[in-house]
């Protein structure tokens, strides 16, 4: 029995401090050191001997998903499975508005194949789909971040997630709103390019603009554990 984690960097170790200081990390064992408050309140803890596949690579597209993440999935009983996808879809589109959006039946298309496949390989078990998040906070813009203010991306965003939603729940895949977890801990909490893996200020969640930093990784764990339907009070 195993859990996997697959997408991009919003799943990963690198950003947030090292190997299990990520997010999908976090979800399957928590570090205790970190959050005390957490111990326990992992994977690992309630569901002994299952074990954690990670999959999810910095950068990775739809495409990279479809093409090399989905394929080196192992054989077994596969009792959980979560997804963040489309942001660097969007990035790769960055400052065209037109342009995203005329990818984004493909985005589209490329999920609904990844998630159907999951789905025949989890039964009724949770399958979760992360939403994109926005450094910006919706201003369209992320001062020091060498990149041109994208006024229109906040909306392109919006209707990227929008179609997320629509293809997780084709699939009965559960949404987990991270855009909305993380509104208001990007620019208007600080400077979401710095490099910090832990800033000053824990209210900052971002790092390398994109990035989730140590923060931002609990709060993505906190977002899954709950759509698992597991209050974060509850051991």
Do not use: K
């Amino acid at each position: 029995m195993f859990y996997a984690a697959l997408g991009d960097s919003m799943s990963i170790d690198d950003y947030s401090g090292g190997p299990g200081h990520g997010a999908a990390s976090l979800l399957y064992r928590n570090r205790d050191a970190d959050f005390p408050a957490w111990a326990g309140r992992d994977l690992a803890t309630r569901h002994p001997g299952i074990g954690f596949v990670p999959l999810a690579r910095d950068g990775a597209t739809s495409a990279d998903l479809l093409a090399y993440q989905l394929p080196n999935l192992p054989g077994g009983d596969l009792a959980l499975a979560r997804v963040t996808i489309g942001g660097n879809d969007l990035l790769r589109r960055y400052g065209d508005s037109a342009a995203a959006r005329a990818e984004l039946d493909d985005v589209t298309g490329r999920t609904h194949a990844v998630l159907a496949a999951l789905r025949a390989r989890l039964g009724d078990g949770p399958l979760l789909v992360g939403t994109v998040y926005d450094p910006s906070d919706g201003t369209g813009e992320v001062p020091g971040s060498g990149l041109d203010p994208w006024p229109g991306g906040p909306a392109v965003i919006g209707e990227y997630n929008t179609a997320l939603a629509g293809v997780a729940a084709a699939h009965g895949a559960t949404v987990v709103d991270l855009r909305a977890a993380f509104h208001g801990h990007g620019v208007t909490a600080g400077d979401p390019s710095g490099p910090e893996p832990r800033p000053a200020d824990p209210a900052l969640w971002y790092c390398g603009v994109v990035e989730p930093n140590a923060f931002g990784a609990h709060a993505i764990r906190s977002a899954w554990w709950r759509s698992l339907g597991v209050s974060p009070d509850a051991g």
